[in-house]
């Protein structure tokens, strides 16, 4: 079963974090994981690949138990973008189809947020966020006539964080939790 790709996925990123690793190690071996789950193309059921016309999609792929991660499938359509947002814990963004753009935000003494490195991630490519590096950005799809597909891992179940969305001029926070597109069990 195509499927059995992410079983193996999560069943070896369970066995790391059982380990209580550090996030050093998580962005070594679990970003190698993430690269090995998303060198296939072919095994991300269509039902997590659907596009919204105008909201990109959240779709939950799996949860673990104790919430120390999650595995979400985000699906962009053209010109779909977030807002300015930060995480709160680790991520690692790896591109299943198309292409991403991610645009890194840095807090400014005023208090606004100025946009600073701009990265393009191609398919086979995983992107890391984190509260101890840089953890406030702006992402895109890149591609203007096609869907772009990346899967992302949280350290935490990311449908639970309380996290925030930054106004571009004030730099006023907004509190947020994101949802899922698909119904929870
Ligand atoms: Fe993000």
Redesign the pocket.
Known sequence: MQEDKLFTFVQALTLLVDEQVSEEIIFTKGKALLETLISDDDWLPDEFCKTHPEYYQQYLLFSDPLDRFSVVSFVWGPGQK?PI???TVW?M?GQLRGEEKETAYHLQKDGNYQAGEVSIFQAGQVAM?SPNTHDV?V?ENNMSDKSSISI?VYGGNIGKIKRAVFHPETGAKKLFVSGYANALP
């Open positions: 977030t947002h930060n995480h991520g963004v966020v950005h992402v992302h």
